[in-house]
Every structure is written in C-alpha cells, then in structure tokens.
C-alpha cells in the first residue's frame, strides 16, 4: 500500500512540477514561438514604478491589447545584474536612469528610451515637530536653504535609500552634494547630513523606507515625487538645477559624485523612466508594451501618477520602427 | 508474484527518490553551481567574516532570551488549565501564520523611534531601527513560534501520572518542573531550539525591514545579490547553510537517541 502511495505522489509531483513550468512566464525565445493571444509583456521594472505598473498600466494594457502582463520590481541595478546574468529574463526592462540598461549592452539590447521624469523630493512626516518648519519651507514662505540646515541638525531622522544599490539613493546623496553648492552652505554640510554613503542610522531598504514614512517613524526621507504623491505625503519640492528630474540639466547633474562600497565612483545622472527590449528579438506583447506606454494611455497613467511626461528621447541603435513611429 | 512484488519495490524506490530529489533540488543546485574558487573569493573580501559574526552572535542572544522566556510560556501554554490559554495559544499560531515581512512592517509600527515604545527604549539608548538589538529583536519574533509551540508540544506530552506521584511526595510545582518536567521535556525541547536556531539566523523578512544594518548572513546575500549579482552572493549562501546546519542535525540525532 505504501509503496503505491509513494509511486502516485511521486507522479503527482513530477505531473504538478511540469504544469507549474508550463505554466510560468515563458522566457523569450520560447515565447516568440507562441501564438499572439499567448504572449505577455515580461518587465522587470524599477521598485518605484511597483504600484503604477501592475495596479494601472498591466492591467489597461492586457485590456487594451490582448497581451499578457507579468511584472516584477526591485532595485534597477539589482535587476540589471540579474538579467545580465540569464537569472531573469523579462523582455521588457524599465530603469530609473540609462545606467542599469547601458550595462546590459550590446549583448541584450542596444538602445533605450526615456519618456517621463521623477524628480526627487523631500518627503515629511506631517506629525514631527519638523513638520511646522518643513510645512512653511515647502509653501515657500522660509528659504528652501533652511531645510539643509534642518536636516543636519541635531537627532532629525533622516531615511534614504542604499546608493550602492539603488539610484534614488545616488541621486539623494547627489543632490544634497548641488544643494551644498548652490546654497554656499559649507562642505562640511554634506557629511553632516548624510554621513558615510551607506549610514546605518539612515539607510533602509526601499520598502521599509516606505513602510517608515507611512508610518510615521521618521522625521523626512528622500522619494520621487511620484512615491509622495501616490503615499499622500507632504513633499518638499526641490529646484530642477538639483532635484535630477530634467535630462536637459544631464551636465550640472553629473558633476555630482559618489563612491559606493565597491571603490567604483558614479556621476549623477538624470532620474529619467528609461525602457528597453531585453533580447534581439523583438516580440509583439514586448513591443506593444512600449507602444503602450509612449501612447496617450500610458502617458496620461504617468502623469496622474506623479510624473512628468515628455517627448520621447531614443538612445541607441537598431530600434524597433514600430516603437519609434509610435513616439512620433 | 515475486517479479511484481520486485517492480513495485524499485518503483517505490524510484518514487522515493525522486521526490527526495525535486524537495532538495535547491541546495543541489546550489552546490553544483558554485565554484571553489567563488567561495575563495567572496570569502576573501574585506570584512567578508563580519555578517557571519553578526548572524552567529545575534542568532545566540535571540536563542537565549527564547530559551528564557519561550520555556515557561509553553510550559503554561501546555499544562494550564487556565481558559485562557487557548487565546494565548492562538497568539502564538497567528505569529507563526504570519508572513516575516508582515511582522517586520508592524513591528516598525510598535517599535519605530517615534512610538512611545520606541521613545522609552531611545530613553535607555536603545534602538530597534538598524542596529544589532534590532536584529535581534526580529529574529526573536521570527524564531519565537518554532519554540514556544515546539516547548507545548514537549510539555504535552510528559507522563501526567509520574507528575502527580511527585506531587504526592510533596513536590512544590516548582521542583517538579525543574526536576522532572524540564529533564523529561529536554530532547524536544532541544529538537524545537534547533529549529528556531534555524528560523533566527536565516531571518530575513522582519530583518530587512527593521534591521538593515547591521548585516547578517542573509542581508549579506541580497545586497551582494542587488549590488554585484547572484554569482558573488551565493557563496555567503553556502556559509550560511554550513553554519546554521550543524546544530540542527545534531539536535536531532541526540534527541532521538535520547527518545531511544
């Protein structure tokens, strides 16, 4: 008796283990053989974009265009390695900033597009004994200057992201290096506010900074603008020359720097929503992905969740015509 | 017959193993992908030893204070014949029903610095927000349930009759527990520590939202994993199974010997 009970569950086991792997997002290459109506747009896309991707632009999409949707959200570079690596393979890659996909050149893709911003702001806890300060500071009635000096002082609790792996925490560092300058507060300010790149007492993954400011357990922390928007978070917002929200100011971006953890130095660049085409062959649910979201519905999706849509910018070479025709 | 009865024997075999091997199929790969050389090298990097201590050291603190606190608590959850205790015992399966980053977000809610929690552990200078008592702290409610559910079954299962013959001749509860019940109780008692050795020092749900720094071992694996791919962080994997194993299975062979 026994041994027929194993023999059964052992084919069960193998039975169910074959349909879950049938099952499962296909990868590429398999899936260009599939019919239309079976192939789905696989992004592996920035954290931040979490919230618009599957619970608006996925689910519109499939809707629209009778492609499958499959999304999956972590920190850009982490994701970058991961695709450069086989581990993943999503054929729609979406970065915040061209860094992340540049990496993944020439061998999974040659090109890139960016089409919407995020600038950074500084999100508050509307219940700290900052928040009067930061309140008047974000209406324009202090200086903006003055929160440079607030977020150094004494005991405030500031949260960022880790810079070594996740470029809203570059950009945050980068941008307080601009703030420096540009308000001629002394060098010095910079590693009062912010320490050593990877602070413990200020560095948290990008969820629990989320979780902490929803919660009320900190005094200010760095987001996008669109992650203030979408939490119900008072902002404060910051000038373009410094907040990476414009790929015109690329150059005054850049001469901002960082040494992360593993000596490597990165120069500030542009926040932008950058997306491409994993894999030299193009798929219909891929492409219609992009078409998608360069389109009116998309563009629109973007701009009520926060962000600043503009005219497409194409980086690269063999871009797909239908991709680009649907920018134009 | 006997050619059938011989069939059936291989193909329950074959069964066998083959469930055997899909179940641990992940630590194979593990092992066949890593190259010696990998290990050399992740192993070799400035403070690669640092998060092993960290998850070691905090693994054993969170170990002890459940030791402490976790024994009495299934203690009374088994023995008491209090009504209570059920609500108390389904305190304990909610925790363990609960997802680790679930407790890691609420417990940012209990034990953030700006709750009065947080403010009366900040008024004694401690902190559970990235730092090593937060670590602990995480991977005492992660381990927690393993034990305390694991120390009422112990306590379950004595011998009610050799309890009552000691109350008999005059054991105070309090000798009784130290004198026969804990003895009795200890090979399942160690089996349900090993288990929550386990559970604290691959920790990661609650730790990474409350503790991201300092690293343990399993921090150590997703940053790595995030900062230079999976190829560079799968050795700190390897560490960590190799250090969180041993006192499992040795747990386990001495408790069963024990239980003869």
Request: net charge positive; glycine share 8%; with cysteine.
């Amino acid at each position: 008796m026994f041994r027929h009970v194993m023999l059964v569950l052992s084919i069960a086991l193998v039975a169910a283990l074959a349909l879950a792997a049938c099952g499962s997002t296909s990868s590429p290459a398999s899936s260009s053989q599939t019919s239309a109506k079976h192939e789905v747009a696989n992004v592996a896309y920035a954290g931040s974009l979490q919230l618009l991707n599957d619970q608006t632009i996925g689910p519109d999409f499939s809707k629209a265009s009778g492609y499958g949707y499959v999304g999956r959200g972590a920190g850009s570079f982490g994701l970058s390695k991961e695709i450069a690596a086989g581990e993943i393979t999503p054929n729609v890659f979406e970065s915040i900033g061209a860094a992340p996909i540049t990496q993944l050149e020439p061998s999974k893709t040659s090109w890139y597009v960016s089409f919407a911003s995020s600038p950074i702001v500084i999100a508050y806890n509307p219940t700290t004994s900052y928040a009067p300060t930061l309140k008047l500071i974000s209406q324009g009635k202090l200086p903006l200057a003055r929160v440079f000096a607030l977020l150094g002082s004494r005991g405030f609790l500031l949260g960022r992201t880790n810079p070594n792996t996740d470029p809203q925490g570059q950009a945050f560092y980068e941008m307080i290096e601009l703030a420096v300058k540009r308000y001629h507060l002394p060098t010095s300010q910079v590693a009062k506010i912010l320490g050593q790149p990877d602070n413990p007492a200020q560095v948290f993954s990008e969820t629990s900074l989320e979780a902490r400011l929803g919660a009320g357990q900190l005094d200010a922390a760095s987001a996008f603008e669109s992650q203030a928007i979408q939490l119900h978070l008072p902002y404060i917002k910051l000038p373009a020359s410094i907040n990476f929200g414009d790929p015109r100011l690329a150059r005054v971006y850049a001469s901002a720097s960082l040494k992360l953890a593993n000596g490597s130095v990165v120069h500030g660049v542009p926040l932008v929503v950058d997306a491409t085409i994993i894999g030299h062959h193009d798929l219909r649910a891929s492409v219609a992905f992009l078409r998608y979201q360069l389109d009116t519905a998309g563009r629109r999706a973007f701009t009520n969740a926060g962000y600043t849509v503009f005219r497409p910018i194409f980086v690269g070479s063999d871009i797909p015509a239908s991709v680009k025709q649907q920018a134009e | 017959m006997a050619y059938r009865r011989s069939l059936s024997v291989w193909a329950s075999l074959a069964g066998t193993i083959v469930i055997w091997l899909v179940l641990v199929g992940p630590l194979i790969t593990l092992v066949a992908k890593i190259q010696p050389s990998q290990i050399i090298s992740a192993l070799r990097a400035p403070g690669a030893f640092t998060p092993l201590g960290v998850s070691v050291g905090s693994a054993i603190i969170a170990l002890g204070f459940l030791v402490l606190v976790g024994t009495p608590l299934g203690y009374v959850l088994a023995r008491s014949s209090w009504r209570g205790v059920r609500l108390l015992e389904a305190g304990m399966l909610l925790l363990l029903l609960m997802p680790p980053l679930v407790i890691g977000l609420l417990l940012v809610f209990m034990l953030g610095p700006l709750t009065p929690l947080g403010l009366a552990l900040g008024s004694i200078h401690l902190s559970a927000t990235n730092t090593f008592f937060a670590l602990v702290v995480a991977e005492v409610y992660e381990a927690a349930p393993y034990y305390v559910l694991g120390a009422q079954s112990a306590f379950v299962g004595l011998d009610q009759g050799i309890l009552d013959q000691a109350s008999l001749l005059g054991d105070t509860p309090r000798q009784r527990f130290f004198r026969l019940s804990l003895p009795l109780a200890r090979p399942q008692l160690t089996s349900s520590l090993a288990i929550a050795w386990a559970r604290a020092i691959g920790a990661f749900g609650a730790v990474i939202i409350i503790a991201y720094h300092p690293y343990g071992l399993p921090m150590q694996v997703w940053t790595t994993l995030n900062e230079v791919g999976l190829a560079r962080a799968l050795p700190f994997a390897l560490v960590l199974l190799v250090v969180s194993l041993p006192l499992p299975l040795f747990a386990y062979t001495w408790s069963r010997r024990a239980r003869g």
